[in-house]
């Protein structure tokens, strides 16, 4: 791929799919792929790494998109809320979040959900205080955060009941 003087080319496996594109080395990851690669599911909040809106999966562990350059997950596995499930079906996090209210207006929901999956695939059967620690860097606005835990401890049953 041909780039212009003071851009790279960035490669990154994007929620399965092998994706190139152009940035300069300071491109942050969430405009990378909010505006680079067209995936807005990824929300900016604070933008200072505080808010945990901006959250998604890199090999499979929480990151920061507004703290992290786009160059710096050259070859990296990255998973955002858009690779969660097929087109058109909710994941069983998803779902959690749905039918336990663990969600309002849902700008914080992208982030918590990155952090849900991967506590999960760390721990399948944490304890609500594990749950709250976990989710700690995660901010919401909108509810007091029982909808949110309920939420997890419901993916975190179905998972357990389907293996």
């Known amino acids: 791929?041909?780039?212009?003087?003071?851009?790279?080319?960035?490669?990154?496996?994007?929620n399965g799919e092998k994706r190139v594109g152009i940035a300069e080395p300071?491109?942050?990851?969430?405009?990378?792929?909010?505006?680079g690669l067209g995936l807005?599911?990824?929300?900016?909040?604070?933008?200072?790494g505080v808010c945990g809106a901006c959250t998604v999966l890199v090999d499979g562990r929480p990151a920061r998109s507004c703290l992290t350059f786009a160059v710096q997950v050259?070859?990296?596995d990255v998973?955002?809320?858009?690779?969660?499930?097929?087109?058109?079906a909710l994941s069983d996090v998803q779902e959690a979040f749905r039918s336990e209210h663990g969600l309002q207006c849902g700008f914080c929901t992208p982030g918590f959900l990155a952090s849900t999956e991967a506590l999960l695939a760390e721990n399948?059967?944490?304890?609500?205080?594990?749950?709250r620690e976990y989710l700690a860097g995660n901010v919401c606005r909108c509810t007091g955060y029982q909808g949110i835990v309920a939420a997890?401890?419901?993916?975190?049953?179905?998972r357990r009941a389907r293996s």
């Open 79 to 88: 998973r955002t809320v858009e690779g969660m499930a097929p087109p058109g």
């Open 124 to 131: 399948p059967e944490p304890t609500d205080t594990e749950i």
């Open 1 to 14: 791929m041909e780039t212009r003087e003071g851009t790279v080319a960035v490669e990154i496996t994007v």
């Open 26 to 35: 300071r491109t942050l990851l969430c405009d990378f792929l909010r505006h």
């Open 40 to 48: 807005t599911g990824t929300h900016v909040g604070c933008e200072q």
């Open 152 to 158: 997890v401890r419901c993916a975190a049953d179905t």
């Open 74 to 76: 050259e070859g990296a």
